[in-house]
């Protein structure tokens, strides 16, 4: 673990640094106060940082606050000659995980870094999710609706978190049930600084096992809460905690938007077969161009498709520069009766061709388990 230790004493800093390098931590000493906090957390980016000195007034937590608001996944240790009850609980609110006295006990000090350590190691240990985001070309385009039912199909076998990102017209939830969110993404963003796996987890939605949504605001005014860093923020959190994260895009390409395209593994831009729907996904292919993404970053889904259309799928792919498309037949019945009772594609109609292509899609997204040993082989991995 990287450990930041920021104190005024510089004979507490050698001790502290003698008690924890032999632990096998990776120590970054820095003499100074505490204004200091934010250049060290943006330059050396320490799993942990320990503050000495800071004690008694609240106010002085306001910077600690800023700090893990800025880096979610950094902890913050206190260490205070004295303190109250109340700088205490503040402490806490302001994201602070452990307050010990100044000097620290050398027991306590390495008790406290390790029960930190374990909760690093619990998440961060852990393989980062992917990060699949959906856009669509134009209004109807069905993006939701994709976004919603392959969530649902991943969520079979793995943890998978829709976050709606349409952050004035998301209703990704009803595709998926009749169930309301008690918190929604503006509310996760004005409680950021505490943002960790267990407030993510009981701000999502569940509607499924292994499957729940982060919804939208109900209140369009709240939209405006929910700026680029809350992404950051809770992305990298969603990314220890879930195998899976979708993100149901707006079709404005916004600050937030923008967020989500850059922190996705994945792009998939979804349109119909009409010219309205390929021109806007040729403009969409020319930002991400813009943007830096590689082509092999974005495919496109041509949604509803039939073979007799008018534009045929050659004719798409020519003309939007044959990027790596995907095709999802027209199933008109079928999905709109999904869509009308709130039910998941997979419950409904199962059998049906969307649901068996959108499985499809899944399973292809699935880590391939490595194919069975022959005898021979067996027989010469021994000798």
């Known amino acids: 673990m990287k450990i930041a230790i920021l104190s005024p004493n510089a004979r507490h800093l050698q001790d502290i640094a ?20 934010r250049a060290i957390a943006d330059d050396e980016r320490p799993d942990l940082m320990i503050v000495d000195g800071m004690c008694c007034d609240p106010g002085e937590l306001a910077l600690v606050e800023q700090v893990t608001a800025l880096h979610p996944a950094l902890r913050v240790m206190l260490l205070c000659a004295s303190h109250t009850p109340e700088f205490l609980i503040a402490s806490m609110r302001a994201g602070v995980r452990e307050v010990l006295p100044s000097p620290p006990p050398a027991e ?16 961060h240990g852990a393989a980062a999710g992917r990060v699949l985001a959906f856009i669509a070309s134009k209004g109807g385009s069905g993006s939701t609706f994709l976004a919603a039912n392959l969530a649902w199909q991943l969520a079979e076998t793995r ?21 309301r969110a008690a918190v929604t993404l503006a509310d996760v963003a004005r409680d950021i600084a505490r943002l960790d796996a267990s407030l993510l987890a009981s ?19 709240q939209a405006l809460d929910v700026r680029p860093e809350h992404v950051d923020a809770i992305l990298d959190v969603a990314v220890t905690q879930y195998d899976f994260v979708l993100l149901d895009l707006p079709r404005v390409v916004d600050p937030v938007a923008t967020r989500g395209l850059d922190r996705a593994d994945h792009v998939y831009v979804v349109m119909q077969s009409s010219l309205p729907h390929v021109r806007n996904a040729a403009r969409l292919l020319q930002v991400f161009r813009s943007l830096g993404y590689p ?17 045929s799928l050659e004719q798409v792919t020519r003309s939007l520069g044959a990027p790596h498309m995907l095709t999802v037949p027209n199933s008109y019945r079928e999905v709109s009766s999904a869509i009308n009772h709130g039910s998941a594609l997979a419950v409904s109609a199962r059998g049906g061709a969307v649901a068996r292509e959108l499985a499809g899609l899944a399973a292809s997204l699935l880590p391939r388990a490595p194919p069975a040993r022959g005898l021979m082989d067996r027989l010469f991995r021994k000798a």
Do not use: C, W
């Open 159 to 179: 943890s998978v978190l829709l976050v709606d990102l349409n952050l004035q017209f998301g209703d990704a939830l009803s595709f998926l049930g009749d169930a």
């Open 108 to 123: 306590a000090l390495l008790a406290a870094v390790d029960r930190l350590a374990a909760r690093i190691t619990g998440t």
């Open 18 to 37: 003698a008690l924890l390098q032999p632990a096998g931590h990776t120590v970054v000493p820095a003499e100074g106060g505490k204004s200091r906090m």
């Open 295 to 311: 082509p092999a970053k974005s495919s496109v889904v041509l949604n509803r498709y039939e073979r007799s259309a008018e534009i």
């Open 203 to 221: 701000s999502a939605t569940k509607v499924a096992p292994g499957l729940s949504v982060l919804a939208a605001p109900d209140d369009m005014a």
